[in-house]
């Protein structure tokens, strides 16, 4: 299939990275991959790092009336199968570009859908709306759609993200995310002070809403700033970790896509996370990995120490959680269920994965 993939972001948050990630997935299993996005942001270099074919047009803020003819000569030229928008610019430019061509929105950010008059338009002319965690389909985020939605989630690059060999006999907690308070680290911070002196943590993450000194001034608060390291911003995260006891992901809300959660699964990291959001989609309780309730630091340092006291348990959760990872979440394997959907969509039939939405009303977030 020949399949344009819309991203108009300038950040590289999750709609960008989930767009991408697309893109490389159905091109590892053979389709023809277009993705259109502004030129000279992010998305532009991620996917050019990705060795996919871009086409730079802006269609966000004015460029959503100066890009629009642009747009139709690129759709025209390519001829899509289907159209993949995974923001609300690039859907609403294929909705009134495209006339016949199937259309699909993926959404996976916890802002709840607009309305309105223009809203059911576009919506009208969207074939299948996709989210990445069921969690989303359970709490309202289709809004008013009564067309059908699905699930299908962001994948892992498994060869990036593989096994580590770890040193010796690892004793750091190790969180990665950006320094925001909603990303519940002040709840690793306390979770040392239950905990054995020798077993200590290290956070790695851009300064957003706090600083590396503010988490450290915290921890100096709590007696435990001898035991904790802020990396700030790392290039390469996995170079932190072999010397990782297990991955920690303690948001108190965000992960509509823990990327950080499935990138220590895929490195067969022993994962302990916040049952927020799309973590317990992602992880299984006992099996992938550990749930904690978000912001109990009792319970998240209960179970550190439990990982740190029973190595063979901690092996087992993290050969599964790899193992997850391989057969569900690996390029290739959310690739070939993207395939499966689009080709059903495109042939003009019904996917058994597919439901009705007949939701009303704001979802719940939290």
């Known amino acids: 299939m020949r399949i344009l993939v819309t991203v108009n972001c300038r950040w590289w948050n999750a709609s960008a990275q989930g767009g991408v990630a697309q893109a490389v997935a159905l091109a590892m299993v053979?389709?023809?991959?277009?993705?259109?996005?502004?030129?000279?942001?992010?998305?532009?270099?991620?996917a050019a790092e990705a060795g996919l074919p871009t086409a730079l047009l802006d269609l966000e803020g004015a460029g959503s009336v100066t890009g629009m003819l642009p747009f139709r000569r690129l759709v025209k030229e390519f001829s899509p199968d289907v159209i993949c928008c995974h923001r609300a610019e690039g859907q609403a430019a294929a909705a009134m570009a495209t006339g016949s061509i199937p259309l699909v929105r993926v959404r996976c950010d916890v802002r709840p859908p607009k309305g309105g008059a223009l809203w059911?338009?576009?919506?009208?002319?969207?074939?299948?709306?996709?989210f990445p965690g069921r969690f989303m389909t359970g709490r309202g985020f289709a809004g008013e759609r009564t067309g059908p939605v699905a699930v299908i989630p962001q994948p892992v690059d498994t060869e990036r993200y593989a096994p580590v060999h770890r040193h010796g006999e690892p004793r750091v907690l190790l969180s990665l995310g950006r320094l925001s308070p909603v990303k519940g680290h002040r709840t690793l911070v306390r979770a040392l002070t239950l905990l054995p002196s020798d077993i200590t943590a290290a956070i790695a993450g851009a300064p957003a809403q706090q600083t590396p000194g503010e988490l450290m001034e915290y921890a100096e608060e709590l007696g435990v700033a001898g035991r904790l390291v802020v990396h700030g911003h790392v290039g390469d995260v996995r170079s932190l970790f072999p010397e990782a006891l297990c991955g920690v992901v303690t948001s108190l809300g965000s992960e509509v896509v823990s990327r950080t959660g499935m990138e220590f699964m895929a490195s067969a990291l022993p994962l302990l996370a916040a049952s927020t959001n799309g973590l317990p989609d992602l992880v299984r309780d006992g099996v992938t990995g550990l749930l904690h309730p978000p912001g109990n630091h009792a319970e998240l340092a209960r179970q550190a120490l439990f990982l740190h006291r029973n190595p063979s348990a901690a092996s087992r959760l993290a050969g599964n959680a790899r193992r997850y990872c391989e057969d569900r979440l690996s390029y290739r394997a959310v690739g070939r269920v993207w395939e499966e959907h689009l080709a059903a969509l495109a042939a003009g039939e019904q996917h058994p994965g597919w439901r009705?939405?007949?939701?009303?009303?704001?979802?719940g977030v939290t």
């Not at 053979?30 to 991620?46: F, I, M, R, S």
């Not at 009705?356 to 979802?363: F, H």
């Open 30 to 46: 053979g389709h023809d991959v277009l993705l259109q996005t502004g030129g000279g942001g992010p998305v532009a270099g991620k």
């Open 120 to 130: 059911r338009k576009v919506d009208r002319r969207t074939g299948l709306v996709v």
């Open 356 to 363: 009705v939405s007949r939701m009303t009303g704001a979802p």
